[in-house]
């Protein structure tokens, strides 16, 4: 070979080995959230920010939800199903192992559906696991299901973060130490900053191409905005400041995904106590809303008007808004009805996420003109989820439902919103027993039309989900089917 032709050949390589470098897999990964989860456990508290850090990353159930909100196996490999429609049995993948390198065997799923549905449990879906009347173990390999009457979604309530497969010698220290057996392993959780997941070598399944995540934490818009255009993060999900997508479309740098979610979020009113235990005030609250002006103000137009609790891209959704509609003068007019002319003061108590605290102010504005004071107050998520979502202390509150068709959540008297009505819940249970589908759409549309008649709730809008990303990062979900910031199969080239 001539000089001229090896010295040719060596710039060849070495272009060669420029553009792969160039093109090289990035080996970690910051995505930032906007709400620090208060633990780390999916099977004991409804805080949706738990799952969005865990879901499938760390924790993994029998089931799972994929991106496009299909239910496929994920520790179980397959099931069989009885004629009866009463005996699930899994048969679970073999060498599955939790992060401590311990075995994951049928022993663990009967201790995690045991736990989950047990008297003292604190499952926040504990209705999930209503129908389970006896977990077997067979072999290692094989549990036994047996549920005490046929229940069309239980391979979908297997799905939920709520329903992930836990270890018994790992379970004390869950909430600050999770165990799981997904294709990350919990590192580190810097309090108030991120939580760091490493990449775990002996995972069952297809290694993911990303090694390292870690979830910032970023609550303020301001600084969300900030850290993205400085690229101090490489991925947002659920964008808190829509005013600035036009900035991130505009520039190279990023991309920019907007989807939908299972998130009704809604003015949920405490139906236990007076006023709100009028039928009438809480009508009189639902018209007083103008939900499109609402969502172009809070959200500056990314949302979906909806009429009651279900979400407007399932088969199933029946429209309803037109029974809410904006009508400042029919709400006065029921106040009236109601011996409320005289106007009447509420808390409005509001949890940290932008559309809460910037729709509380649209809200609080919108009921003052119909004569309704709405005394806001901005709590923090732990907060909420004490004086709220558990205590109970609260007239009005904003929040968005993520749980993927969730309306079961009306059959439940204690649930934060205290809605007893003994034939929605009849119907709920009619439901769960209901395995053809044209019937259980049916089914859903009677639900949806009974809530909204009832006026539980003010519906005010399915949330849009905003996800800015580093160009070249791929593999995000782009909907949101439920609560999950899901790595496994992201990958990022230059």
């Known amino acids: 070979m001539s000089a001229i032709s090896r010295t040719l050949g060596a710039s060849l390589l070495a272009l060669t080995a420029g553009i792969g470098a160039a093109q090289a897999q990035h080996n970690d990964i910051t995505v930032a959230m906007q709400l620090e989860p208060p633990h780390l456990d999916p099977t004991s508290a409804a805080a949706q920010a738990i799952d969005s850090v865990v879901y499938t990353n760390v924790f993994e159930g029998l089931t799972k939800f994929q991106g496009d909100g299909s239910v496929v196996p994920a520790l179980a490999e397959s099931w069989d199903i009885s004629d009866d429609g009463l005996t699930y049995t899994f048969h679970l993948h073999d060498g599955v ?187 009189a609250i639902s018209h007083a809303i103008d939900r499109q002006a609402l969502i172009d103000g809070a959200l500056f137009g990314y949302g979906t008007p909806i009429g009651t609790h279900f979400a407007p891209h399932n088969p ?21 009805e109601a011996g409320q002319s005289e106007g009447l003061t509420l808390s409005l108590k509001l949890p940290p996420p932008s559309y809460a605290r910037r729709g509380g102010e649209i809200i609080a504005a919108q009921l003052a003109e119909v004569g309704i004071t709405a005394e806001i107050s901005n709590l923090e998520w732990a907060q909420w989820l004490e004086e709220v979502f558990t205590g109970k202390n609260f007239d009005m509150t904003i929040v968005s439902h993520t749980e993927p068709m969730d309306i079961g959540i009306y059959a439940r008297p204690d649930y934060y919103f205290q809605y007893d009505n003994p034939d929605f819940q009849e119907l709920m249970t009619e439901l769960n027993r209901t395995t053809d589908e044209a019937k259980r759409t049916e089914m859903l549309g009677e639900a949806q039309k009974m809530i909204a008649d009832d006026y539980v709730n003010a519906y005010l809008f399915q949330l849009a989900y905003i996800t800015i990303a580093k160009a070249g990062i791929e593999g995000l979900w782009t909907n949101l089917p439920t609560a999950a910031i899901d790595m496994t199969e992201v990958t990022w080239n230059d």
């Open 316 to 336: 199933a959704y029946v429209d309803l808004t037109e029974q809410s509609a904006y009508d400042p003068e029919l709400s006065k007019k029921l106040l009236e």
């Open 97 to 283: 192992t939790f992060h401590d390198g311990s075995t994951m065997d049928a022993e663990d799923v009967k201790f995690s559906l045991d736990r989950a549905r047990a008297e003292d449990s604190t499952n926040a879906q504990k209705a999930l696991f209503g129908s389970i009347a006896n977990v077997e173990v067979v072999d290692p390999l094989t549990v036994k299901v047996t549920l005490t009457e046929p229940n069309g979604m239980f391979l979908f309530n297997m799905a939920w973060g709520d329903a992930v497969i836990v270890a018994p010698e790992s379970i004390e220290n869950i909430q600050t130490e999770p165990v799981g057996t997904g294709a990350y392993a919990f590192e580190n959780w810097v309090q108030g900053d991120r939580v760091e997941l490493k990449r775990y070598a002996d995972y069952w399944g297809d290694e993911p191409a990303i090694e390292n995540v870690t979830f910032k934490f970023i609550s303020d818009p301001t600084a969300a905005f900030s850290a993205m255009m400085a690229e101090d993060i490489d991925v947002f999900a659920g964008f808190p400041a829509p005013e600035n997508v036009p900035q991130f479309e505009a520039d190279p740098r990023f991309q920019v995904l907007v989807g939908s979610t299972e998130g009704e979020t809604i003015l949920a009113m405490n139906n236990a106590e007076p006023p709100l235990d009028d039928v009438k005030v809480r009508e």
